[in-house]
């Protein structure tokens, strides 16, 4: 079974597509399955044409300006400390979809209210550079096997409506919505493992009736 929450959740279902035999189901909060495609639009013309704007943060990530400003443990841990909703004492948040990491802010924002601090240098000190395999190769896009989805209904990075038409690549979808933001393991604990152990408790029923 795979899990994930964010962006994270994009790579639970690769991985069942990479390995399908090591994954019997799979459940993601907040990010919709999207197949393998060789029709590539660019971030730049997805986001003016105005369909989904809120990846205009993605613009700034693949500018190179973050690796240029955040080149310190310290930097990093300001700016992970923004991405999970770190404000300065006046309000402002460290980070926007619509533009991203505002760099000015970083080294003035109060401690996050999702992580301890703990766990926050315990991420900046875990932070590494990623590379990924193309999937063009892949003959598989759909995914077989059962599929939970949890959606926030006020996540403005990954707003429920990013994933219409799942149904089409994984027909052993379940949709279900918690209402919050985007962290909604953190703001919605409860909902969301409820949502999760209901749902847990019904694909072991039904595989342990088919034995």
Request: hydrophobic share 35%; charged share 20%.
């Amino acid at each position: 079974m795979a899990a994930q929450q964010t962006w994270g959740g994009a790579i639970v279902y690769r991985i069942y597509l990479w390995y399908p035999s090591l994954v019997s189901h799979i459940f993601s909060i907040c990010t919709p399955y999207t197949p393998p495609s060789r029709s590539v639009a660019s971030i730049e013309d997805v986001v003016k044409s105005g369909r989904l704007p809120n990846l205009g943060y993605q613009l700034q990530l693949a500018s190179g300006q973050l690796e240029d400003a955040i080149q310190s443990r310290e930097q990093i841990r300001q700016l992970l400390n923004g991405l999970y909703g770190g404000r300065t004492s006046s309000g402002e948040l460290g980070f926007n979809v619509e533009h991203g990491v505002q760099l000015n802010r970083l080294p003035r924002l109060n401690h996050t209210p999702l992580l301890s601090k703990e766990m926050l240098d315990y991420y900046a000190d875990q932070n590494r550079k990623q590379n990924f395999e193309d999937e063009l190769a892949l003959e598989k896009t759909t995914i077989d096997i059962p599929v939970l989805f949890i959606a926030a209904t006020k996540d403005a990075a990954l707003p429920p409506a990013m994933s219409q038409g799942m149904n089409k690549y994984v027909p052993k979808l379940i949709k279900k919505s918690v209402e919050t933001q985007h962290w909604a393991l953190w703001e919605r604990p409860d909902e969301v493992n409820h949502i999760i152990r209901e749902w847990l408790k019904s694909v072991t029923s039904h595989r342990t009736s088919n034995l």
